[in-house]
């Protein structure tokens, strides 16, 4: 049963991917000025232009640039940048790890973060200690993840005159300086998650604490934690899952200013860099990267939901 | 019986004024109501008031800041915080707290044209596509769902996106925004398309819940017309869902605008936003005049939480299912 909605759900995501490759394909081209214009001087003559325009394949008509990437990409080749002649996929292999381990760590930290902070305030709900969660979890949500770095780089420096290491330190030179670099802007990325994943964790067990069943079970005599944790999150916990599925292009959205922020050589960056170059075959295939990713964990979701809650029949 | 008692009465609980009394006016009546909410939601009420404060910054600009936007003060650079600038000045002798009333403008009007237009455009997405469903249902959601890159499918609750739904992901702002170029106008529609997107999928829900009350069979049954249906028996049903969405939205637009506005895509200088301030200048003097990276962060900060603390507090009383009981 499971393995028959799996497959009908990947049926339904090849249109989605289709389009969004559509999408990916079409967004860099609509941003005024190209490549070429950006590669040869004001000087240059039209007809070098042109040139340049037919030896890239940016002057064939946009449905046939569209149809031959899409064959490429479906086996594996997204083709080559259009500045440095380099392999996507080679430049973006290098990267998605930097990315990936930030993401990585958010998402951990999120979660760390939210679940024992949610499961207190939904306990005490009303009381002094669930207002100052909740009103913490509020900041979380507001405070913008760009200016929390600055912060978290001026006043230490200027307290204390430590500043954060800028260059980047590969895992394999010095594994703790390169977790303790990637650390912090992954606790940053993951604190808007963490906030929101805090608020889900708490409305959902109280709606949870107020079934029938929980009333038995406090008329048992079971104790408060046995309860609230067996009873409670349990059962309030199938819908936080969902919500870090769709936290995902939030922590990679986030990782746009962060990575700038830190120096960290990170896919985001790249893609960053890619957009003020016109370097359409980046931008196409880092966004159809998280395209694809997207969906792909959500699917991935979608099939913990059905194991964790074994009510759900397909 | 005095008006303040019989509001005294009224809040405690107590049976209404008794007949013959005269009837209260409008104003008394929302009064009481926005008593009430403050009693019964103090956190609300705190951030209902960060609201008011920033609206009222960005109507009376002039007559609140001290300086205009762009006026320099001789001999008053990098000051740090003191009586004569509040909250210091920057590297071109500029009043911070002036700069920061006037930023309050660009979030404000950002933040309103923007959601404004994506309610709009999403009630109408939303509402129709639940209702009539079918082919249009398919590929308007086909479409919306690519645009968003999220297909949390049919399983997902839409009041778990409703819990999230201050938050949304600033990259694809930031494509749409380079797309269109910098400028207030082309940031409000690259926001809103995103927004629209999303708040369609949690109207759409709240639409197919509706959908399935026995009144709407009942219209259905005694031959009322589609319009009728939407207009008479699902919209003001969906109305407390769209009131939520756009008070949680407003601060998550804010935030966007000031992300974006961070990256270069906002308004033009020297119209201060509070996100760019915190980029360029700020960031390069923030170790020489920390003042000048600290005061607009502050400034998002405030307002996002007083718009989601008000947002929270109206979904409590306006959603029956998170209402009351332990």
Redesign the interface.
Known sequence: MLKRYLAR?LL??V??LL??SA?VFM?PR???GDAVQLMLAETSYAKDIDELRAKLGLDRPFHVQYVEWLGRAARGDLGESLWTRRPVLSELAQRLPVTGELALYATVSALLIALPIGVVAAAR?DSLSD?VL??LA??G????N???A??L???P??WWGWRPVTGFVEFRQDPVAHVAQILLPALILGI?SAA?LM??TR?ML??V??QDYVRTAWAKGLTERAVVIKHGLRNAVI?VI??L???L??I???T??IEQIFGLPGV?RF?FDA?NQRDYPVIQGV?LL??ST??LV??V??AL?AVLDPR?RY | MSATTSATLELNGAAPAPAGARPRTVAVRWALAVAHFARRKP?GAIGGMIVLAMLVMAVFAEQIAPYRYDETVRGARMTPPSAAHWLGTDNLSRDMWSRIVYGARVSVTVGFATIALAIVVATAIGVSSAYFGGPWDLVVQ??V?????????G???Y???L??E???????Y???A??L?PGPLNLIVSIAIIATATNSRVIRGATLTVMQSQFVEAARAMGCGHMRIIVRHLLPNVVATIIILATIGL?AVI?AE??LS??GFGVPPPYPSW?AM??GS??TY??RA?WM??W??VA??????GF??LG?ALRDVLDP??RG??
């Open positions: 759900r339904v995501a249109p989605s389009i969004a999408i967004l609509l941003i005024p709900q207002y909740r009103s509020i900041l949500l507001s405070v913008p760009f200016w929390l600055t912060l780089i001026v006043l420096a200027i808007a929101a608020r889900l409305g109280l709606e604490l107020r819908p969902t919500l599925g769709t936290q292009p939030l990679l959205g986030g746009v200013i985001s893609l957009i966004n998280v395209v997207v969906v959500n699917l979701v979608d939901y759900i | 956190l086909r479409v769902l690519s645009l968003l890159a999220i297909g949390p499918g399983l997902s609750d009041r778990a996106i819990a999230h201050s938050e949304m992901p600033n990259n694809r930031f494509t749409l380079y797309l170029g601060g935030l000031s992300a961070f990256l996100g915190l980029s700020g960031r923030m170790l920390p990276a600290i607009p962060g998002i900060s405030l307002a996002v939480f989601n603390m929270d299912r998170l009981g332990r």
